[in-house]
């Protein structure tokens, strides 16, 4: 809607004309003016007024004909028309008003009467007005939240694969080491095959074959479960990589994948601490007659390192001679 809001009077007759404008701009509405239909549609394409009054019986383009053209229009059809027709036939009243037409008035029309039918149109196009601003608003904000969701999906999509290779670093590292691969954003890269000095150690426990062999299963699993429990916390502590554990045997490198200056180090105080965390296992374990001990062992040198398996499951593994 303009402010004021504008009408555009279309008649033939000057004096119809100017009877209009005189009473519209008295209480306060712009008006503007064409001569015939074809003048009309011209001047409502440049100005979009808010409310055409709209004579019927005119030269060149009668006004049903421009309430037809205007409705055809997507960008025309909402603003509102009244009719204006001097005959008391009723057939051309029926006919503008199935063209579209919203109202009309009978010349000569009373003062009142216009000033009334004008009101009540402009307050129509107000509502429409208000509804189609409530629209695009709801579309734009609709779209946003679209956008929204697709950039939430995107960042979830992005954050899953981030877990999943998270998971996969998991399987081979302590937490803390894991957490500076993942930082360092090449964390597939540093899994790839390559050639690094490690220092690694080995541990068993001496007699388990022959104990697996007598003992009841539920008795090896909750031996193995106390064994790797009392040595995995070393192996966080000290961030050695966990290479693999089958059964009692584990391989813990250290200096891969991330490089440590001290990594023997590292290795020899792991695996001092070690031997002191599972005597209170291997005292407990003799008082059940379990005949277990525990051996170690250190290696340094050279070693081909990287990621073995298919994409299903893979495992980080050390080959060489160390």
Same mark, same amino acid.
């Given at each position: 809607?303009?402010?004021?809001? #504008?009408?555009?009077?279309?008649?033939?007759?000057?004096?119809?004309?100017?009877?209009?404008?005189?009473?519209?701009?008295?209480?306060?509405?712009?008006?503007?003016?064409?001569?015939?239909?074809?003048?009309?549609?011209?001047?409502?394409?440049?100005?979009? @007024?808010?409310?055409?009054?709209?004579?019927?019986?005119?030269?060149? !383009?009668?006004?049903?004909?421009? =309430? #037809?053209?205007?409705?055809?229009?997507?960008?025309?059809?909402?603003? @509102?028309?009244?009719?204006?027709?001097?005959?008391?036939?009723? $057939?051309?009243?029926?006919?503008?008003?199935?063209?579209?037409?919203?109202?009309?008035?009978?010349?000569?029309?009373?003062?009142?009467?216009? =000033?009334?039918?004008?009101?009540?149109?402009?307050?129509?196009?107000?509502?429409?007005?208000? =509804?189609?601003?409530?629209? #695009? &608003?709801?579309?734009?904000?609709?779209?946003? &939240?679209?956008?929204?969701? #697709?950039?939430?999906?995107?960042?979830?999509?992005?954050?899953?694969?981030?877990?999943?290779?998270?998971?996969?670093?998991?399987?081979?590292? @302590?937490?803390?080491?894991?957490?500076?691969v993942v930082a360092a954003g090449n964390g597939d890269a540093l899994l790839q095959s390559h050639r690094r000095e490690v220092t690694v150690v080995f541990c068993d426990l001496r007699g388990f074959t022959?104990?697996?062999?007598?003992?009841? @299963?539920?008795? =090896?699993?909750?031996? !193995?479960?106390?064994?790797?429990?009392? !040595?995995?916390?070393?192996?966080?502590?000290?961030?050695?990589?966990?290479? $693999?554990?089958?059964?009692?045997?584990?391989?813990?490198?250290?200096?891969?994948?991330?490089?440590?200056?001290?990594?023997?180090?590292?290795?020899?105080?792991?695996?001092?601490?070690?031997?002191?965390?599972?005597?209170?296992?291997?005292?407990?374990?003799?008082?059940?007659?379990?005949?277990?001990?525990?051996?170690?062992?250190?290696?340094?040198?050279?070693?081909?390192?990287?990621?073995?398996?298919?994409?299903?499951?893979?495992?980080?593994?050390?080959?060489?001679?160390?």
């Open positions: 809607m303009h402010d004021p809001p #504008r009408i555009l009077a279309v008649d033939d007759t000057p004096e119809n004309l100017e009877i209009l404008r005189m009473r519209l701009e008295a209480n306060g509405y712009e008006v503007v003016t064409a001569a015939d239909g074809e003048e009309g549609l011209a001047m409502v394409r440049s100005l979009k @007024p808010d409310l055409i009054l709209l004579d019927i019986m005119m030269p060149k !383009l009668d006004g049903i004909s421009v =309430v #037809r053209t205007l409705k055809a229009d997507v960008s025309l059809r909402s603003i @509102p028309v009244i009719l204006v027709t001097a005959k008391a036939d009723t $057939r051309d009243v029926v006919e503008g008003l199935d063209a579209g037409g919203d109202d009309y008035l009978t010349k000569p029309f009373e003062h009142r009467a216009l =000033v009334a039918r004008v009101r009540s149109m402009l307050r129509q196009k107000a509502l429409y007005d208000t =509804v189609e601003s409530q629209t #695009r &608003l709801l579309e734009d904000q609709a779209a946003q &939240l679209a956008a929204w969701n #697709r950039s939430l999906e995107q960042t979830v999509a992005e954050q899953v694969t981030e877990i999943e290779r998270m998971g996969r670093l998991r399987r081979f590292l @302590p937490a803390q080491v894991a957490d500076l022959a104990f697996a062999e007598t003992a009841e @299963p539920e008795e =090896v699993m909750m031996v !193995l479960g106390e064994y790797h429990s009392c !040595l995995g916390e070393q192996i966080v502590r000290h961030e050695g990589t966990l290479e $693999r554990f089958v059964g009692d045997g584990i391989v813990v490198v250290f200096n891969d994948p991330l490089p440590c200056a001290d990594h023997t180090e590292r290795a020899v105080s792991m695996a001092a601490a070690m031997r002191d965390a599972i005597d209170e296992h291997s005292e407990r374990w003799r008082k059940r007659d379990y005949l277990l001990g525990f051996g170690i062992g250190i290696a340094r040198g050279h070693a081909t390192i990287g990621r073995i398996g298919f994409d299903q499951r893979a495992d980080y593994a050390v080959i060489g001679t160390v």
